[in-house]
C-alpha cells in the first residue's frame, strides 16, 4: 500500500544532531569526480526492450543502447569499484530512454529508495503496487524476503532520469513494504533553499515521509542561482555521501562539484553548499562513520 502520512519538511541545523559541532576546519570532504564514474549502456534486450530503429542516434541514442547508467558502486558488469560507502551499497543515476524500461525483476534484504530527477517513472511489484511518480518525488521498497517489480518510463517521446539507492538493512528477512513521497507544491516549497529531510530510521523519532530500516537520513535540496543552502551538521561519528544531482555548487576547502559529481564527507563538520549560476539540486544520504572512503583523486 502506498502511504506518504508526511510532508516533506524544511530541516533546522540541529536536525541530525542537537550536539555541538567541531569547527568547519576539521572537514573531510573527499571528491567524486564524474569521471571516476562507472557508465553503462545495456543492450535492449536486457529487460526485454526492443532494438532502437536504425536512425535513432539522432536523438543521442543506438540501437545498441536504451539506458545511459552511471554507478558509484560496484554493480552488474561493474567490479572493480567500491563496494559501499557505509551502508550505502549502490547508487546508479540512470537516464532512460522513452518508452523504455525494467521488466519485472526479484530483489531481496535491501532498502531500495528512488528519487525522480525528471521525467514520470511507473512502478509495479508482486505486492499489488503500481504507480507513476514525477520529478522531486520519492519511491521506496523493503525487499525484505523477497519481491518482483518493474520500473518504466511510459512517455513516448520523453527520457527519464532517477536516482536509484541501496541502503543494506539492519537486519535481513524483513517483510516486504512499499511506499512512496509523491511531490507537489509543499515539496517543492520544502525542498527550495533549505535542506528537506525525506529519509530516516523506521526506530528514530523524526516524522518524514520515508522510513527504512536503517540508520540512514536523506537530505534534498533546490538552490535558486547563487544561493546558500542552510548548514547541515555532520557530527565526529557520522558521515554522508553527496551528490550533485543538478547544476553546480561550492563546498567548503575550495572544493566544488558539477553535476553528476559527488563527495564524501566525514565529520565533523558543517557542511555548507552555494549554488552556482544555474542553480543546484543535491541529495545528502547521512549514516553512521565507517573507515571505507575513495579519497580525492
Known amino acids: 500500500m502506498v502511504w506518504s502520512c508526511f510532508s516533506a519538511s524544511a530541516v533546522e541545523p540541529t536536525a541530525i544532531s542537537a550536539s555541538a559541532i567541531e569547527p568547519a576546519a576539521m572537514a573531510s570532504i573527499a571528491v567524486i569526480g564524474n569521471d571516476r564514474l562507472f557508465v553503462s549502456e545495456p543492450d535492449p534486450g536486457m529487460f526485454g526492450n526492443k532494438e532502437n530503429a536504425a536512425d535513432s542516434k539522432s536523438a543521442g541514442w543506438t540501437n545498441k543502447n536504451w539506458l545511459k547508467s552511471r554507478f558509484h558502486f560496484s554493480f552488474a558488469e561493474y567490479h572493480n569499484g ?45 505486492m499489488g503496487t503500481e504507480e507513476t511518480l514525477g520529478r522531486g518525488s520519492l519511491q521506496f521498497m523493503t525487499a525484505g524476503t523477497g519481491v518482483r517489480h518493474s520500473e518504466h518510463n511510459l512517455d513516448k517521446e520523453k527520457p527519464l532520469r532517477f536516482i536509484q539507492t541501496w541502503v543494506v538493512p539492519r537486519k535481513r528477512g524483513l517483510p516486504p513494504n512499499y511506499g512512496s513521497m509523491p511531490s507537489g507544491q509543499a515539496e517543492e516549497d520544502a525542498r527550495k533553499d533549505q535542506w528537506a529531510h525525506l529519509v530516516s530510521d523506521a526506530v528514530g523519532g523524526f516524522a518524514t515521509p520515508v522510513k527504512i530500516n536503517q540508520d540512514c537520513n536523506v537530505f534534498v535540496t533546490e538552490l535558486s542561482p547563487g544561493k546558500m543552502a542552510p548548514a547541515l551538521p555532520l557530527q565526529p561519528s557520522r558521515q554522508a555521501y553527496l551528490l550533485c544531482v543538478e547544476g553546480e555548487v561550492q563546498l567548503g576547502g575550495g572544493k ?42
Open 256 to 297: 566544488s562539484l558539477l553535476q553528476h559529481d559527488a563527495a564524501e564527507l566525514k565529520g565533523p563538520l558543517s557542511l555548507e553548499a552555494t549554488a552556482g549560476g544555474g542553480g543546484a539540486l543535491l541529495l545528502c544520504f547521512e549514516m553512521a562513520a565507517t573507515t571505507d572512503s575513495r579519497g580525492d583523486k
Open 82 to 126: 567500491p563496494g559501499n560507502f557505509g551502508c550505502v551499497r549502490v547508487m546508479n543515476d540512470d537516464l532512460v530512454q522513452a518508452d523504455r524500461g525494467f521488466g519485472a525483476h526479484p530483489h531481496r534484504d535491501m532498502e531500495i529508495m528512488t528519487f525522480i530527477v525528471h521525467g514520470n517513472l511507473t512502478h509495479k511489484d508482486s
